[in-house]
């Protein structure tokens, strides 16, 4: 996928005259209408109307019309079989088959798992509606309410393997026949929801749309809920199971949040007018593309567009979707005649969340007690898990979540002690938010509500009950902080024990016995370099240390990964000042080499860094291999000191000290010399003629890369105004399901509508991109195997391919396999056509959201640093203080910066797995543009190629070969680094 293809796609929207759009809003009649030759039968045209409603309130009346029809009253699943009993016909039938094939599953026992169970469901999003058609099928009595009385969400949810096949096992192509065709593997919340709202209704379950839950209402003899309007007949319905599914805003009493904040992250959400036009169809949707491993398409975007993104994902539903997370000197106001769609209000369907805080429930589920009456309560959606949009994973983590609370609600239902149903909820709960298609069990026909049927080698029991005795509230929850981990949460600096003592300790084991070596303290001991050899010679005796203070650091460096803290001159000297930077630099050494319980002495043999250095060793040699003569610069007057930031120049503490190529900076100082773009260890380039360092895409030494202009351009510089920078938060988050949006004033929402995506210097729209042909990706073919045979047991509907809707083949994909070919084996050649592309897609997704997963974490990663540095500034500042401070106060004082350091060195081990992430995901971009590449070439006949292609092609050639070769030698890395850490 180019940059250009998302200018192909956006410049589309510049047709006139332009018309307003609007989703949910259906053509007068269109869907009320009964084909021709369809029975007479007026329940059956009820029926035909009810699987055709476009709108929430037209479903529910059809549905009500239907049962006055029917004569059928009640709930549950006796409405149901009230309903098979009615409708006979061929299109009743087959849905009837779908469902009671599910509702026949032995998790259900027959509909009675949860007879005598009442339930209250919150919330009409797909979570709230997915978790109601579980507990209805359980046997429940089952009411939903929501405040809304419309869907009209167009955002486009990306889809898992397991949620098409859950969604096709409820009939979802009965109610939407362009579910899921060709390769699509997405839909919008508004056609998901109406879909769950038929089969929820089918099945019994009781839906209230204009009802608002505001709280729980203390039992006198059961659990009741305080509705708005007050006038609800709701008021007096007793429930003993509350289901949570509103959103991240509406949390009940009793759970307790957890906020992770990363750097500014502004999302920005969009949806425009499809028209379904034949340009419209061939353009290829984006499933996901992500700056952490493919700077070139975003610069490129960014030369093209002046707009700065971090990511960016497109689908093509109802309407044309883009979500994206844009840097916010791209915020700025430019106009253009984009024709956006419109939402319910009849408004611009464009919006910014604010991403930079994501929010969890420390818990899933409690129970509270009062009076005698019990109830539990749980969470789903987004309430429990806020999810990152762009990754894609919130609706699939949400449809887990509700398959987790219906089987909380059968254990519940069948008896199981308190105690020990919520410690199991909260054990399957751990495992939530790593969940992805790679690591769950990969036979999704088998997905039940049973956790071990969708969770590997889960541990129900991880949990004790008496860990989870604070999720049992009795009373009222005034003044109760549940929380099952007690004080494990702790985070005070203070440090068990004198850890000082305990590292020069270490420090004189490790070099008892070397001649000349006596280490009594953290200064005059190791002036002369000698100690510091023994230490590196003790762990790694194949290496050859020389008692040379900047080829030490080296050596530490390249071959330990062991990041300097202080400059040769300076450990050379060694004056009391410096005691700090020497103290931290050797508790690199403790934290890579102290032994583990299980070894009594320390090992003569070459030893290993274990987890905490092995990622950044790697890192280390990976940025030593970049460079062809790993010769020091001599570094400005600023930089002789470590601490003198090279970069601002100004003071460097301990705990913001970083280095790379014998200077030390801030953190936050280290970045690309031209674009600005963050570095990190083992992602940078250091020119040493000009002593700057460079990101890789803006190396000047980079071989074979095109490069940009000298001087990128200059983003508009623009005003500060309302839509610069967005700080107000929503008082109801209608649209984003609890989601912080930001409030936009009528004129701030036209400014932002009318946002330009393409430049102002584009005059006119690029060409129509030429139809691509198919061609095995190096993601697909391995694909082709039997584990993913399920797909090929789609029932016949699902093997048409809708080539106006979906059916054009992605981007990036062309030729070979539209022949057949002898990899494929007895594969037809319809089925390789057919599931080909979406494997294709799979991959890139897959891609794309291990990249988002990563890049969030670094951000995390990067606002926690600055939380230690700021802790370790004000010890380092006691610390050094002349003043007449007791011994013991600075010894804590001491314990508590090591602390910091101990806490830092892993997040610099964490940061550096990260990292290396981002190095595999980077080389299989590489080898995937890199494969399409060559093939070009060996597909052209040899009679038309010229001399330059020939030569290009062995170049080719060369580069894929030395991709594969990093990537295995990535493999070998990572494996040696499980190794070492299993006999750690």
Known sequence: ??????????????????????????????????????????????????????????????????????????????????????????????????????????????????ANTKCLVVGAGPCGLRVAIELALLGARVVLVEKRDAFSRNNVLHLWPFTIHDLR????????????????????????????????????????????????????????????????????????????????????????????????????????????????????????????????????????????????????????YFVMTAKKQSLTNRTSRLEFALNHRALPDVDMFDFTCMTRSENAALVREHNGARLLLGLVGDCLVEPFWPLGTGVARGFLAAFDAAWMVRRWAAGTPPLEVLAERESIYQHLSQTSPDNTNKNVSQYSIDPA????????HAIKANQVRDLYLVGTVEGVSPGWDGDACAASPAVSGDAYEELLRWCQASTAGYRGVEVTDFTSSWTSGLALCALVHRFRPDLDPVGIHQLMLDTAEQELGIQPVLSSTEMASMAEPDRLGLITYLSQFYEAFKPSPASAEV?????????????????????????????????????????????????????????????????????????????????????EEDGHFYCLFHDPNAPGMDMPPSEPP??????????????????????????????????????LSTLSLTG????????????????????????????????????????????????????????????????????????????LPRRVREAQMKRFCKAQAIQRRLEEIEVTFRELEQQGIKLEKFLRDEGGSPADQKTQWMNQLLYLVQKKNSLMSEESDLMIAVQELKLEEQQWQLDQKLRWYMEKEEALKTAEDCVAEKETLAQLLDVVNKRNALIQMQEEKRLSELHA
């Open 714 to 751: 200059v983003l508009p510089d623009g005003d500060e105004g309302p839509g610069a920078e967005p700080q107000r938060e929503a008082e109801e988050a209608e649209e984003g399901g609890g989601r912080r949006k930001i409030v936009l004033s009528p004129l701030e929402k036209l400014s």
């Open 453 to 460: 049927t969708r969770y590997p080698n889960i541990n129900l």
């Open 760 to 835: 102002d210097a584009e005059a006119e729209a690029p060409p129509k991109p030429a139809r691509l042909r198919l061609q095995a990706a190096p993601e697909a073919l391995p694909a082709l195997r039997p584990g993913l045979a399920a797909w090929e047991e789609e029932e016949e509907e699902d093997h048409e391919v809708d080539m106006e809707e979906g059916g054009w083949l992605p981007a990036g994909i062309s030729g070979a396999l539209l022949h057949p070919c002898p990899i494929l084996g007895d594969l037809k050649y319809a089925t390789c056509k057919r599931t």
């Open 169 to 320: 096992a409820l009939g979802a192509k009965k109610f939407y026949g362009r579910f899921c065709t060709g390769t699509l593997d997405h839909i919008s919340i508004r056609q998901l929801q109406l879909i769950l709202l038929k089969v929820a209704l089918l099945l019994g379950v009781e839906v209230h749309i204009n009802v608002q839950f505001k709280d729980l209402l203390p039992p006198t003899s059961g659990w009741r809920a305080v509705l708005q309007p007050s006038s609800s007949p709701l008021s007096h319905y007793e429930f003993d199971i509350l289901i949570s599914a509103g959103g991240g805003k509406f949390v009940p009493e009793g759970f307790k949040r957890k906020e992770t904040r990363g750097k500014v992250a502004i999302g920005i959400t969009t949806n425009f007018v499809n028209r379904h036009s034949r340009a419209e169809v061939e353009v290829s949707e984006i499933s996901g593309v992500a700056r952490i491993y493919n700077q070139k398409f975003f610069q490129n975007l960014y030369n093209k567009t002046g707009i700065d993104l971090e990511n960016i994902v497109y689908y093509k539903d109802d309407t044309h």
């Open 1 to 114: 996928m180019t940059a250009g293809a998302i200018g192909a796609a956006l410049c589309l929207f510049f047709i006139s005259p332009p018309r307003c759009f609007l989703p949910a809003r259906l053509e007068a009649g269109s869907r009320m209408s009964v084909p021709d030759g369809e029975p007479a039968n007026p329940a059956h045209a009820l029926f035909e109307s009810f699987l055709r409603a476009g709108q929430c309130q037209e479903v529910l009346s059809c549905f009500g019309e239907l049962c006055r029809q029917l004569g059928l009253q009640g709930s549950g699943l006796q409405l149901y079989h009230g309903l098979k009993a009615g409708l006979n016909y061929w299109n009743a039938k087959a849905l009837w088959s779908k469902l009671d094939k599910k509702a026949g599953h032995k998790d259900y026992d027959q509909g009675t798992a949860c």
């Open 603 to 687: 090992s003569r043999k070459p030893l290993s860094p274990r987890g905490t250095r092995g990622a950044i060793l790697f890192l280390s040699k990976l940025q030593k291999s970049r460079t062809l003569t790993h010769k020091r610069a001599q570094p400005p007057s600023r930089g002789e000191s470590s601490d003198a930031c090279y970069f601002c120049g100004r003071r460097v503490y301990i705990l913001e000290r970083a280095s790379a190529e014998g200077h030390f900076f801030h953190r936050g100082c280290f970045q690309c010399w031209q674009c600005g773009a963050t570095l990190r260890l083992g992602d940078y380039a250091f020119h």
